[in-house]
């Protein structure tokens, strides 16, 4: 989802197939699962995370709307007859249908991984400096998951992204990529994103 995108410093792209492992102290950048996936390696190893960029990141602890319970219901009800084609249609309707063609392929892929899931994560824990950016238009949990985070997290801003849904990377990737860059370079006084 990111290639093309210019960041600073080095950059590593990780797959959620993979172990995560960083043996020096990095910048770390996920989305929705993959940002819960950065937010936990924050909090279990402090000392290797100087700064954390949470794009429109779940929380395991979180009390989900009936929307969503009825959407994961659904979808693991797809999952378990066998029917990752319907269960992929469903996952591009529900989070991204604006960029469903382009998701198409990596979505039905991401289904067939066995991922543990991460079921609590101490934020008390987490001391990188963190920027929680969310879609203005994504689901009102994740809205939630945003405010919460930003008063939970000790050092954390928060950004909304305009005109953007559950995956800003990919549905505004420039603007995206901007406030990224900018939080990461600590030139951004104030963050948001037109």
């Known amino acids: 989802m990111w290639d093309g995108f210019e960041l600073p410093g080095d950059v590593r792209r990780h797959q959620l197939s993979e172990a995560l492992s960083v043996d020096a102290p990095a910048a770390l950048v996920g989305a929705s699962y993959g940002g819960l996936v950065c937010l936990d390696f924050a909090a279990r190893h402090p000392e290797l ?3 954390l960029v949470l794009l429109d990141a779940p929380l395991p602890d979180h009390e989900w709307s009936d929307e969503v319970v009825t ?3 659904e979808e693991e009800r797809l999952l378990e007859a066998g029917d990752f084609d319907a269960a992929t249609e469903l996952n591009l309707a529900f ?3 604006t960029v469903a063609d382009r998701l198409r392929p990596m979505t039905r892929w991401s289904l067939e991984l066995e991922i543990d899931e991460i079921e609590r994560v101490d934020l008390s824990a ?3 400096r963190t920027l929680v950016g969310v879609g203005e238009h994504d689901k009102a949990d994740f809205q939630l998951i945003a405010e919460r985070l930003v008063r939970e997290l000790p050092n954390a801003e928060h950004a909304l992204i305009r005109d953007a849904g559950h995956l ?3 549905e505004r990737p420039q603007a995206t990529a901007a406030l990224v860059r900018s939080f990461l370079t600590g030139k951004a ?3 948001g994103v037109p």
Do not use: G, K, M
């Open 71 to 73: 959407y994961a219901d």
């Open 189 to 191: 006084a104030h963050l």
């Open 95 to 97: 989070w991204a249908p």
């Open 168 to 170: 800003p990377a990919v």
């Open 49 to 51: 995370v100087t700064d």
């Open 126 to 128: 987490v001391r990188a």
